[in-house]
C-alpha cells in the first residue's frame, strides 16, 4: 500500500506565503510524475503544477511566477511554495503520483492525497 500525506495548508492574508508539503510512504519502488492540484468552492479540480522524475515543470498560467513545485526523490517529497498568494488561491489543494510499488515495479499507480485547505483573505 502507499499513500500520499499533505501538510502546510493554513488562513494567509493576500500577499503572504505558504509552503504546501507531500510525502509519499508505502512500499515504493519509484516515483513518477507528481502534481498538485486544486477545488475551489463551487469549482471543478485543476492542475496547478507538475513536476516529472527528472525535474521538468510545468505551471497553470494563473500561478506562474508566483508558485514554485519541487521535489527531492530520495525522501519521496514534493512541495509546492507559494508565494503573493491572492484570494482566488483559496481551495483544497491535493497532491498528486505516478507510484510503482515494489509488487509491481513496472505498473504505475495513480495516487492522491486527502488535501490540504488554503485560505487567502482579503
Known amino acids: 500500500q502507499v499513500q500520499l500525506v499533505e501538510s502546510g495548508g493554513g488562513l494567509v492574508q493576500a500577499g503572504g506565503s505558504l509552503r504546501l508539503s507531500c510525502a509519499a510512504s508505502g512500499s515504493i519502488f519509484s516515483i513518477g510524475g507528481m502534481g498538485w492540484y486544486r477545488r475551489a468552492p463551487g469549482k471543478q479540480r485543476e492542475l496547478v503544477a507538475t513536476?516529472?522524475?527528472?525535474?521538468?515543470?510545468y505551471y497553470t498560467e494563473s500561478v506562474k511566477g508566483r508558485f514554485t513545485i519541487s521535489r527531492d526523490n530520495a525522501k519521496k517529497t514534493m512541495w509546492l511554495q507559494m508565494n503573493s498568494l491572492k484570494p482566488e488561491d483559496t481551495a483544497v489543494y491535493y497532491c498528486?503520483?505516478?507510484?510503482?510499488?515494489?509488487?509491481?515495479?513496472?505498473?504505475?499507480?495513480?495516487?492522491w492525497g486527502q488535501g490540504t485547505q488554503v485560505t487567502v483573505s482579503s
Open positions: 498528486n503520483a505516478n507510484i510503482a510499488t515494489m509488487t509491481a515495479h513496472y505498473t504505475y499507480l495513480e495516487v
Open positions: 513536476i516529472t522524475g527528472g525535474g521538468t515543470t
